[in-house]
């Protein structure tokens, strides 16, 4: 008989109690995994085929239960999420390399706080002669979800939160460089589920996740829905897939600064949102158009504000850096892996520059064809491109964000050059003077979501994307007045 460490008792204390509180309707979990090896398995299976099948089994045990129910299992999610948020973030920064703690720790607050739960499911009656008609959002059953290194906990617990409020289960697909940090997070999501009375396993995963995994779960015929969050490879093999697929995939969310801003503003909105995790969020500033006649106000303003402002010399100096391929002008450069997400103290020092790690962005100001202006560089050195007038800066800035309709930011007072951009970007986030995370319900109004589904068009997903429509007519009866 094998000895059981004190964390391992206290763990399957912990599960027995949760089984008992769920009526006993487990999907035979891995047990015994548990017992001889590592404790924070729960809800992780060997091959996408178990999870499936796990997480297809809590998912109706789920739905035989109430609304009330999985209210009680969101709440607890939610308080589980806020009291590991720094545990997590802690194990995300340190699996990863990529970011800064306080800022993840930021996200997996915002995540939880403000990811809509079932209250988004809002029928639609509609009654007239011939009786009613009821539309409710109903749940596809289960969705297999493909998560990013980026943000690896906060698009667990936002997908989490939302998925299951429309009553499905998920099977993530984790992205691998952030296996252990989303498998702990996955087991705590599971443990506060069970400890509301909800099933095991209605969110589950695969103990080694790969692309090859991945790729089994988009063809998996018991997954209805798929939704991905990353980068345009991952968008396009949901596309070919088959299914339905919400896709949620990269930005290069431009700024554009008028003659009309208050330029104060805009540098410190401008520091806060590029350099949010060191620029890895795909909402994240990527570059800056600014009209020459206050460029100058600009650059002081951002100095002011704490950022360090780059001359031609370093700038020139960096692109050896920072770039592991140049293709030119006017086109996206190939970033430098080992350097994404880093500190820019930790990246200056590539060309002996030595700033305090207080500093948070570096910027560059560069003419507006500079490769750095093309490529979602997801480091925290942001261009700044000079051009004549507010027209030819949204003209660049439609250019630069590529199509993906992601995420744009304006600083104007001037309503016919927002309402000109507004039009013309297309963006599902369109953020008037303020950062672009205020579009994501931080610092602005509105919920939170960390997959936002432009290539697909849901924008901002919530409960209400993770639903199907279903349809209940009463012919000739319940018009009451
Ligand atoms: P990534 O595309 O490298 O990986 C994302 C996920 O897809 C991972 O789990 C990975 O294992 C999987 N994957 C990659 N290629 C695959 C393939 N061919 N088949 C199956 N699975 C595959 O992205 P990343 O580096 O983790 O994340 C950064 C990118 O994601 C950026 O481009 C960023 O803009 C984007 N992103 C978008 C959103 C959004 O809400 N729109 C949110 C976060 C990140």
Same mark, same amino acid.
């Given at each position: 008989?094998?000895?059981?460490?004190?964390?391992?008792?206290?763990?399957?204390?912990?599960?027995v109690?949760?089984?008992?509180?769920?009526? $006993?309707?487990?999907?035979?979990?891995?047990?015994?995994?548990?017992?001889? $090896?590592?404790?924070?398995?729960? +809800?992780?299976?060997?091959?996408?085929?178990?999870?499936?099948?796990?997480?297809?089994?809590?998912?109706?045990?789920?739905?035989?239960?109430?609304?009330e129910?999985r209210?009680?299992i969101?709440?607890?999610?939610?308080?589980?999420?806020?009291?590991? /948020?720094?545990?997590?973030?802690?194990?995300?920064?340190?699996?990863?390399?990529?970011?800064?703690?306080?800022?993840?720790?930021?996200?997996?607050?915002?995540?939880?706080?403000?990811?809509?739960? &079932?209250?988004?499911?809002?029928?639609?009656?509609?009654? $007239?002669?011939?009786?009613?008609?009821?539309?409710?959002?109903?749940?596809?059953g289960?969705? +297999?979800?493909?998560?990013?290194?980026?943000?690896? &906990?906060?698009?667990?617990?936002?997908?989490?939160?939302?998925?299951?409020a429309?009553?499905?289960?998920?099977?993530?697909?984790?992205?691998?460089?952030?296996?252990?940090?989303?498998?702990?997070?996955?087991?705590?999501?599971?443990?506060?589920? &069970?400890?509301?009375?909800?099933?095991?396993?209605?969110?589950?995963?695969?103990?080694?996740?790969?692309?090859?995994?991945?790729?089994?779960?988009?063809?998996?015929?018991?997954?209805?829905?798929?939704?991905?969050?990353g980068?345009?490879?991952?968008?396009?093999?949901?596309?070919?897939?088959?299914?339905?697929?919400?896709?949620? +995939?990269?930005?290069?969310?431009?700024?554009?600064?008028?003659?009309t801003?208050?330029?104060?503003? *805009?540098?410190?909105?401008i520091?806060?949102?590029?350099?949010?995790?060191?620029?890895?969020?795909?909402?994240?500033e990527?570059?800056?158009?600014?009209?020459?006649?206050? /460029?100058?106000?600009?650059?002081?303003?951002?100095?002011?504000? $704490?950022?360090?402002?780059?001359?031609?010399?370093?700038?020139?100096?960096?692109?050896?850096?920072?770039?592991?391929?140049?293709?030119?002008?006017?086109?996206?450069?190939?970033?430098?892996?080992?350097?994404?997400?880093?500190?820019?103290?930790?990246?200056?020092?590539?060309?002996?520059?030595?700033?305090?790690?207080?500093?948070?962005l570096?910027? *560059?100001p560069?003419?507006?064809q500079?490769?750095?202006?093309?490529?979602?560089?997801?480091?925290?050195?942001?261009?700044?491109?000079?051009?004549?007038?507010?027209?030819?800066?949204?003209?660049?800035?439609?250019?630069?964000?590529?199509?993906?309709?992601h &995420?744009?930011?304006?600083?104007?007072?001037n309503?016919?050059?927002?309402?000109?951009?507004?039009?013309?970007?297309?963006?599902?986030?369109?953020?008037?003077?303020?950062?672009?995370?205020?579009?994501?319900?931080?610092?602005?109004? +509105?919920?939170?979501?960390?997959?936002?589904?432009?290539?697909?068009?849901?924008?901002?997903?919530?409960?209400?994307?993770?639903?199907?429509?279903?349809?209940?007519?009463?012919?000739?009866?319940?018009?009451?007045?």
């Open positions: 008989m094998p000895q059981l460490s004190r964390e391992q008792i206290d763990y399957i204390a912990t599960e109690v949760s089984l008992l509180k769920s009526d $006993g309707k487990s999907a035979a979990p891995v047990a015994e995994a548990r017992i001889s $090896g590592h404790p924070h398995t729960s +809800g992780q299976f060997s091959d996408i085929d178990s999870a499936v099948s796990a997480a297809g089994q809590a998912q109706r045990t789920l739905m035989e239960g109430t609304l129910k209210n009680r969101i709440a607890s999610i939610r308080k589980k999420m806020l009291s590991h /948020a720094e545990d997590l973030a802690v194990r995300a920064q340190q699996e990863t390399g990529l970011g800064r703690k306080e800022d993840k720790v930021l996200k997996n607050i915002l995540v939880t706080e403000k990811t809509p739960g &079932t209250e988004f499911l809002r029928p639609t009656a509609q009654s $007239g002669d011939r009786g009613l008609m009821l539309i409710e959002p109903a749940p596809y289960v969705i +297999g979800a493909i998560t990013p290194v980026t943000n690896p &906990t906060s698009t667990i617990i936002c997908n989490t939160i939302g998925m299951l429309a009553g499905n289960a998920v099977v993530f697909n984790v992205h691998p460089s952030a296996k252990n940090v989303s498998l702990y997070n996955i087991h705590l999501i599971n443990q506060a589920i &069970t400890e509301a009375g909800g099933p095991p396993n209605l969110i589950s995963t695969v103990s080694d996740p790969t692309v090859a995994s991945a790729q089994s779960l988009m063809q998996h015929k018991a997954v209805r829905l798929l939704v991905v969050t980068g345009s490879g991952v968008v396009r093999e949901a596309m070919h897939s088959g299914k339905r697929a919400i896709c949620a +995939g990269p930005g290069n969310p431009p700024v554009v600064v008028d003659e801003a208050d330029i104060d503003l *805009a540098a410190k909105s520091i806060a949102g590029a350099s949010l995790d060191n620029n890895i969020i795909c909402v994240d990527k570059e800056v158009f600014i009209v020459q006649s206050v /460029a100058d106000r600009l650059f002081e303003a951002l100095g002011k504000h $704490g950022a360090i402002i780059l001359n031609k010399q370093q700038i020139q100096q960096l692109e050896k850096v920072i770039f592991s391929e140049n293709r030119g002008p006017g086109r996206p450069a190939v970033m430098e892996k080992s350097l994404i997400g880093k500190n820019i103290s930790f990246i200056l020092k590539n060309i002996g520059l030595s700033v305090p790690d207080h500093v948070r570096a910027i *560059a560069v003419d507006s500079h490769p750095l202006v093309w490529t979602e560089q997801m480091m925290p050195v942001l261009p700044v491109a000079q051009v004549p007038d507010a027209h030819a800066a949204i003209d660049l800035a439609v250019k630069a964000e590529h199509g993906f309709g &995420t744009a930011v304006m600083f104007s007072r309503l016919d050059n927002l309402s000109r951009m507004a039009r013309l970007i297309n963006c599902s986030i369109f953020v008037k003077n303020g950062p672009s995370h205020a579009g994501l319900g931080h610092g602005g109004e +509105g919920f939170c979501s960390f997959s936002i589904a432009s290539p697909t068009g849901e924008g901002l997903t919530n409960p209400r994307s993770f639903s199907r429509e279903r349809r209940c007519v009463l012919v000739d009866h319940f018009r009451i007045v």
